[in-house]
């Protein structure tokens, strides 16, 4: 067994389905409680088992925590689709079983503020939809989710936590950053950005906030899909 490979669990699917043409939703049994915490850190990364492990082809695929339910010890996530997740993805069944690490958790600590920017491209949605859902009623949420292409969007589970979307095209970093100076304006000072977008779009805005809204590194938080 590769030294990181611990703490394998194993879950059987209730339901999945393809939302979009890169997103697909999976609806897993799990056969305990998971430590979350959820209030703390919202985001958070469940790594998935693919291949055969005594072969030595064991894949890691990457899904994003939608939602958790407690009560029926059910994880709903996304997974992207990608070259090497394709075929596996396409065999997945209901009642089957796949086997799953510890949760790994996006790091968000410690924002504690009156209105957030939501920033990122469509990988960013299921983050964003679970944070936005942990946030108190008080908090004021702008989002700015962009893509390159139409029909990569998905709502929140039941629709009442909503997420402003946008198509880029042509596409560009530049582009992307003027739409949003078109759409937004900084409300007050206290405020906190989040980013999940293509490294050189998170750049981009950085730079942004720290010139045009004098913005400070800890009202920056840049979200790592691979973190």
């Known amino acids: ?50 291949g055969d492990e005594e072969q030595g082809n064991t ?27 394709e075929e596996w993805l396409e ?9 799953y690490l510890d949760p790994e958790e996006i790091i968000m600590q410690g924002l504690h503020t009156e209105n957030y920017y939501l920033i990122g491209n469509t990988d960013a949605q299921a983050f964003f939809y679970q944070f936005n859902r942990s946030l108190p009623f008080t908090s004021t949420v702008n989002s700015f989710i962009y893509s390159k292409n139409t029909g990569e969007f998905f709502p929140d ?3 009442s936590y909503p997420l402003n979307y946008h198509i880029i095209y042509p596409f560009s970093p530049e582009r992307v950053l003027h739409l949003f100076r078109k759409e937004l304006i900084k409300e007050n000072e206290n405020f906190t950005i989040l980013l999940f977008c293509e490294h050189e779009v998170n750049l981009l805005f950085s730079q942004y906030f720290k010139k045009e809204w004098e913005a400070t ?9 691979n973190h």
Do not use: C
Request: proline content about 4%; cysteine-free; aromatic content about 8%.
């Open 59 to 85: 894949l890691i695929i990457r899904s994003t925590l939608w939602n958790y339910d407690v009560v029926r010890n059910t994880v709903e996530m996304i997974i992207y689709t990608r070259k090497n997740n």
């Open 1 to 50: 067994m590769k030294s990181e490979l611990t703490n394998i669990n194993n879950g059987e699917i209730i339901s999945l389905k393809k939302l979009t043409s890169t997103a697909w939703h999976i609806k897993l049994k799990v056969p305990f409680y998971i430590e979350l915490d959820m209030d703390r850190n919202p985001g958070y990364i469940i790594p998935l088992l693919t």
């Open 91 to 99: 065999n997945l069944s209901p009642r089957k079983i796949i086997q």
């Open 157 to 159: 589970i039941d629709g």
């Open 217 to 225: 590194e800890n009202q920056i938080r840049i979200a790592n899909y």
